[in-house]
């Protein structure tokens, strides 16, 4: 791969197994990134986009194909090396936050790090100054259930942060929030991304992806058409997507 490229697709498939059918739900897709890119993956509902973010942080295997992360290609990885790797180098929030919910957010944050073998008194300090970077030191000993879903998705994104990752992914960050919480995310994950962080955001809404500098569109499990930050206009985004009418209430909430 590429030294210029910290993410890479090449046309890569996954093919599941049906009703004596195969499916495909993602079709020799060919994704690139550079360090310190903000890519949205938009489409709708079923069209493959989780299933491509999950091919991309290692979480799933392609049927076919090779991905590449932070020049290391991951789907020839060993299970073992899989797993080490993905916690090293990348960082993945969930829509639903998948906080354990035993664990204080403190420790909800430092996990990942502790798994990575980092010393406790480092992993305590990093995650601090995690939490009080994205506001949310004063939280540090509630429990999951203790908490907004704002601030959940804030302790998830401290959490998938923590290791440095190369890439962030994030699969409907904002889907389980309000609109006052989703903006806010929103506005963080930009904060990140002036930083250098690369992120790649797997949405439905056309005013998350408007967040990003590129948008990919999907469609029957294949990449159909990119809008860059100069072309979209938030008009055009928002026009291409809109809903029927009487569901247009459901874009209400971010």
Known sequence: MSQELILSARQVSRLYQGDGERFAAVREVNLEAKP?????????????????LNML??????????????GTRIDRLSETALALFRR??????????????NLDALSNVELPSLLAGRSARETRQQALDL???????????????????????RVAIARALIN???????????????????????????????EGQTILMVTHDPKVAA????ILLMQDGMLSEEMSADSRGGTRLAERFAPPRAAAADLTRV
């Not at 310190?36 to 491509?52: D, R, V």
């Not at 506001?135 to 998705?153: C, F, Y």
Request: proline share 5%; net charge positive.
């Open 36 to 52: 310190g890119q903000f890519l949205a993956l938009m489409g709708p509902s079923g069209c493959g986009k989780s299933t491509l």
């Open 57 to 70: 942080g290692g979480i799933d295997r392609p049927s076919a194909g090779e991905v590449w992360v932070a």
């Open 88 to 101: 090293k180098h990348v960082g993945i929030v969930f829509q639903f936050f998948n906080l354990i919910q």
């Open 131 to 153: 939490m009080e970077a994205l506001g949310i030191a004063d939280l540090s000993r509630k429990m999951p259930n203790q908490l907004s879903g704002g601030q959940r998705q």
């Open 164 to 194: 440095k990752p190369a890439v962030l992914l994030a699969d409907e960050p904002t889907g389980a929030l309000d609109q006052e919480s989703g903006a806010g995310v929103m506005r963080l994950f930009r904060r990140l991304h002036a």
């Open 211 to 214: 967040y990003a500098e590129r």
